[in-house]
């Protein structure tokens, strides 16, 4: 099983719609979760972090967290064309990070 | 702003050559990372460091070897360059004394090895 697996994409979502990314992780012991926005050619960018089961909203984006069911999500309010990128989900493990190989978001105008 | 600033963007080497990427932090963070990614495979740790001096393997140190000798820089060495080593590498930093944290990458240095 992947450590962090996430859905390639491509997700098409319209514009002003919202759009949902999932990623699951397998070591029950990840205490911190984030989530990055990477646009083609540009290195990654963190959007949220999230540490305690439940939701966490900032501005547009809400992070949720369940670590029961071993599972992160990021809802994208209102999607806008400058969303558009990929997203990789990271989560704690030991003393390192590791990576999701990213879901592609594409909003459609 | 944390600036993470890599020397190099782009490098083309040939094989069997000896490489060194340099990252530089300007935020005073104490754990420094160095990452490749590719295509489909993702963000991949190679080593990491928590310390002056410190460094840890990540998931795929081979091929690989590191340097710190002062808390704003590490260093990633190839010491003989393959071709499966072209790759985009990205370094990045965290405040978190203890623990990853939140990471703040460079832009990255993409280097092509013939």
């Known amino acids: 099983q992947k450590e962090v697996e996430q859905n390639s994409g491509p997700l098409s979502v319209p514009e002003g719609a919202i759009a949902s990314l999932n990623c699951t992780y397998s070591d029950r012991g990840s205490q911190s979760f984030f989530w990055y926005r990477q646009y083609s050619g540009k290195s990654p960018e963190l959007i949220m972090s999230i540490y305690s089961n439940g939701d966490k909203e900032d501005g547009r984006f809400t992070a949720q967290l369940n670590k029961a069911s071993q599972y992160v999500s990021l809802l994208i309010r209102d999607s806008q064309p400058s969303d558009s990128a990929t997203y990789l989900c990271?989560?704690?493990?030991?003393?390192?990070?590791?990576f999701g190989k990213g879901t592609r978001l594409h909003i459609l105008p | 702003d944390v600036k993470v600033t890599q020397s190099s963007r782009y490098l083309v080497k040939r094989t069997g050559e000896k490489v060194f990427l340099e990252c530089v932090q300007d935020m005073d963070h104490e754990n420094m990372f160095w990452y490749r990614q590719d295509p489909g495979l993702g963000l991949r740790l190679i080593y990491f460091s928590y310390d002056v001096k410190m460094k840890e393997k990540g998931d795929i140190p081979e091929g690989y070897s590191v340097s710190r000798e002062k808390k704003e820089r590490f260093s990633l060495i190839l010491e003989s360059a393959s071709t499966n080593q072209t790759s985009m590498y990205l370094c990045a930093s965290s405040f978190l004394a203890g623990g990853p944290g939140e990471l703040f990458f460079g832009e990255g240095s993409r280097l092509t090895v013939l």
């Open positions: 990271a989560v704690s493990r030991d003393d390192k990070i590791i």
